[in-house]
């Protein structure tokens, strides 16, 4: 099993820009998340699937952030514009019915500058 | 506001004793309970998991659970230089068991 899937590892945009960050769950699995990381804050929820379908999107900071998932294997986390605020890590995780346990992917860490 | 609290540490202890880590909550209908471990640049890892009231051993975790005090631990015995990482106290929305709330972590420092 590969885990779960992330890319980049790493983004460095300019202000301003346009940052797509990119989740493959693990095969099988029903639930998607997308959570941020920072040092203020710890980790954050922003948004979750269920097959497919956005659930609780009441942690995503505003209309800048959007996320979609347009099939079982593949989901995706857009800023647009972005801002140095927006600098932080973001994992996607999965898990499956009947476990509530998450499994991370690797993360992208994000720069804004 | 559903809050995961921690004491951040570092918490320090020589190889081989017990590291003792403590997390409460406020959500007093939250009802899964689940200790992740992260290394420094890297991604949280399950770890433990418990359900119900009382100790959940595994190896040398043992998780305990106390809900009426709303208290949540992670208890590692002989302790190794690679249990070094900051680790998490998660626990589950009364609302929906699948959205998390993490605390802000343990950092743990195992001294040879």
């Known amino acids: 099993d590969a885990g779960v899937i992330q890319s980049p590892r790493h983004e460095v945009t300019e202000m301003g820009q346009e940052v797509t960050l990119r989740c493959k769950p693990i095969?099988?699995?029903?639930?998607l998340f997308w959570y941020r990381q920072t040092m203020m804050r710890g980790l954050e929820l922003l948004i979750y699937?269920?097959?497919?379908?956005?659930?609780?999107d009441s942690g995503m900071p505003e209309d800048r952030f959007s996320a979609k998932m347009p099939n079982a294997s593949f989901s995706t986390l857009k800023i647009q514009p972005s801002e140095p605020r927006d600098s932080a890590v973001y994992f996607c995780?999965?898990?499956?019915?009947?476990?509530?346990?998450?499994?991370f992917g690797s993360g992208t860490r994000l720069t804004v500058v | 506001q559903k809050e995961v609290e921690q004491n951040s540490g570092p918490l320090s202890v020589p190889e081989g004793a017990i590291a003792s880590l403590n997390c409460t909550y406020s959500?007093?209908?939250?009802?899964?309970f689940f200790w992740y471990r992260q290394y420094s640049g890297k991604s949280p890892e399950l770890i433990m998991f418990i359900y119900s009231n009382g100790d959940k051993e595994d190896g040398r975790f043992t998780a305990q659970l106390n809900k009426a005090s709303q208290y949540v631990s992670l208890l590692i015995r002989d302790s190794q230089p690679s249990d070094s990482a900051t680790y998490l106290c998660?626990?589950?929305?009364?609302?929906?068991?699948?959205?998390?709330?993490f605390g802000s972590g343990t950092q743990l420092t195992v001294l040879p």
């Open positions: 959500d007093r209908g939250s009802q899964s």
């Open positions: 699937f269920n097959n497919n379908v956005p659930i609780d």
């Open positions: 995780a999965s898990s499956v019915t009947g476990n509530y346990g998450y499994t």
């Open positions: 095969s099988g699995h029903d639930y």
């Open positions: 998660a626990v589950g929305s009364s609302g929906s068991a699948r959205q998390l709330t």
